[in-house]
């Protein structure tokens, strides 16, 4: 079992914020440092300084970490040209020393769109640019050096395009998440590495796994292939006080969270993920921190969840 650390930028988070998180969980021997990818607030936070890119994030942390690995909990489709966006990433991956990991989902919040004038077509028209998406920047890394990648889809084209640059990895981890019953079990078993489900409870969780098993076996893809995970807000204490002031600093109640994430003293945590690995199968939890200030909080889970998982 791998704990991974994934934050909320847009919730109010500067790049030094995100810097000394990223560092923190670097030293605390975490698995990986993620981020959401979204341009605007959500509830009541105030989402100062402002927005902050993640490829642009990725490009300073790939410079000023040195092991953890840095991906997305998802970059949006709608954001960016499918070209450009593999271009970045792996620049980035380069640039890293080959680190990078890439989550990917068709796009949902509007409201964002709204704020800063992108395009935000139906569900079904985001999911056929998604796909194409998925299959142009996969074919862009994958074509062999000297060789040219073309591609015609109902929304993209591209014509001889030199593929370039490469990603260090001879294969960039592809995440694929959602709680779709159809279209994104199919998109999973042709294009992922793993296969994530943010905040869901398990019996959900047991369902959508065997969708994308199913539509691997479709398809005649071994569906080990694929690392189960999950991400869930954590808000753990060593005490019962520590967790109720953790819980009352992201503005959540510890019975909330009990029912919904992962609360509570070390000990019911490493039950809960226990009862999670046992019912599902996940091999990677992504733990949302949401108090990007409380750095003890990361080091604790570290040091007292981490060792008794095994």
Not at 39 to 53: E, F, N, V
Not at 189 to 208: H, K, M, R
Request: aromatic share 8%; with cysteine.
């Amino acid at each position: 079992m791998e704990l991974r650390i994934f934050t909320e930028p847009q919730q109010g988070a500067s790049y030094d914020d995100l810097l000394r998180v990223a560092r923190t969980a670097e030293d605390a021997g975490y698995g990986a440092f993620f981020r959401s990818d979204h341009y605007l607030k959500m509830g009541s936070a105030d989402g100062l300084p402002g927005p902050t890119d993640p490829w642009i994030t990725f490009a300073g942390l790939a410079r000023d970490t040195s092991t953890i690995r840095l991906g997305t909990l998802m970059t949006a489709a709608t954001f960016r040209h499918p070209g450009p966006l593999a271009i970045s990433v792996a620049q980035v991956d380069q640039m890293s020393g080959g680190r990078v990991e890439f989550g990917i989902g068709a796009g949902w919040y509007e409201a964002e769109h709204t704020a800063y004038g992108i395009e935000f077509p139906p569900l079904g028209v985001r999911f056929e640019r998604y796909e194409e998406q998925l299959a142009v920047i996969t074919g862009l890394w994958e074509t062999p050096l000297g060789g040219t990648f073309s591609f015609e889809g109902k929304h993209y084209t591209l014509t001889d395009s030199p593929a370039l640059p490469k990603p260090l990895q001879e294969r960039i981890p592809v995440l694929i998440g959602g709680k779709g019953a159809r279209r994104t079990p199919a998109l999973a078993a042709s294009f992922a590495t793993e296969f994530n489900l943010p905040f869901v409870g398990i019996d959900d969780a047991v369902a959508q796994y065997a969708r994308v098993d199913a539509a691997c076996a479709e398809i005649d893809r071994d569906p080990r292939e694929i690392i189960r995970s999950v991400a869930l807000v954590a808000c753990v204490g060593r005490t019962d006080a520590d967790v109720a002031r953790r819980a009352a600093a992201i503005g959540r109640e510890v019975s909330e969270l009990k029912e919904n994430g992962l609360c509570g003293t070390p000990a019911e945590i490493v039950e809960r993920i226990g009862t999670w690995r046992e019912a599902t199968g996940v091999q990677r939890v992504y733990l949302q921190v949401l108090d990007l200030s409380d750095l003890d909080h990361i080091t604790e889970i570290a040091a007292d969840v981490a060792p008794q998982l095994g």
